[in-house]
């Protein structure tokens, strides 16, 4: 028994038909080819005619055209819908509607043979058309709202988990740099030695921290020592410190 003759709904006949049209384009181009190859004027592009991929093409085309007619043959004037390809195309129930233009370019829904109007309404409302599918402003406002908002949330939704996976590293980040300046610290001699023996630039017998830092560790593990130290000696900062690097120091005791 041939599979097409266990489809049944239109949904699944008409799917199947989309599908054997798309199949049977490939062999039509080679007809297409082949025949511009056989008609040329140009020796050397007949030399590429192949009397053989032609008729084997010709062969596959009329095999599946037997499978598409078959099909068709089962269609009994149940609901069919286009969609406008272009951005923002609406849905149709025929390729003739007055708000189209002779050049506009339609896909054929297959998913949605076989509903009424009002179904199709219900389902997609916000893309389709009010002159094929007349239906009240109100409920196409309501559809179109309730898809700008389900629209609006997504972008929001993925807005914010872009911003926490960036949080995320800039903490983790922060928790690496902050493991160095405690590295830098224990070095010194611990926390009360940094706190005690050093100042920032040295006086009443202190060690400079300008001159530790300068040679004793890089550059951004020095920037967070001096800062600290900065914010002990004058109850401030001469900039603003990075919130996650800060708040890092802060769970540590570190400021």
């Avoid at 054997?20 to 490939?26: D, K, S, Y």
């Amino acid at each position: 028994m041939n599979e097409s003759t266990l489809l049944s709904t239109p949904v699944e006949i008409d799917t199947e038909i989309a599908r054997l049209m798309m199949e049977q384009a490939r062999p039509a181009r080679t007809i297409a080819l082949q025949n511009e190859y056989r008609d040329s004027d140009s020796s050397y592009r007949r030399h590429f005619f192949d009397q053989d991929a032609l008729d084997a093409a010709e062969a596959e085309h009329d095999r599946l055209q037997v499978e598409i007619d078959a099909l068709t043959e089962r269609y009994t004037g149940w609901p069919r819908y286009y969609h406008v390809t272009n951005n923002n195309g609406h849905i149709h129930t025929s390729t003739s509607c007055s708000s189209c233009f002779h050049d506009t370019q339609f896909a054929w829904r297959a998913d949605l043979s076989g509903l009424t109007p009002e179904e199709v309404v219900e389902r997609e409302a916000h893309n389709a058309c009010t002159v094929c599918m007349p239906i009240a402003p109100v409920e196409q406002k309501a559809a179109r709202q309730r898809y700008n908002a389900a629209q609006r949330e997504a972008k929001a939704a993925e807005r914010q988990a872009k911003k926490d996976a960036k949080a995320a590293k800039a903490r983790e980040r922060a928790v690496k740099l902050v493991d160095k300046v405690q590295v830098a610290i224990d070095k010194m001699g611990g926390l009360d030695a940094f706190r005690n023996d050093y100042s920032l630039y040295g006086h009443d017998g202190r060690k400079s921290l300008y001159a530790w830092t300068f040679d004793g560790c890089q550059q951004t593990v020095g920037d967070i020592l001096y800062e600290i130290k900065d914010r002990e000696e004058n109850g401030d900062s001469r900039r603003s410190m990075n919130e996650h690097i800060k708040a890092e120091l802060a769970a540590r005791g570190l400021i």
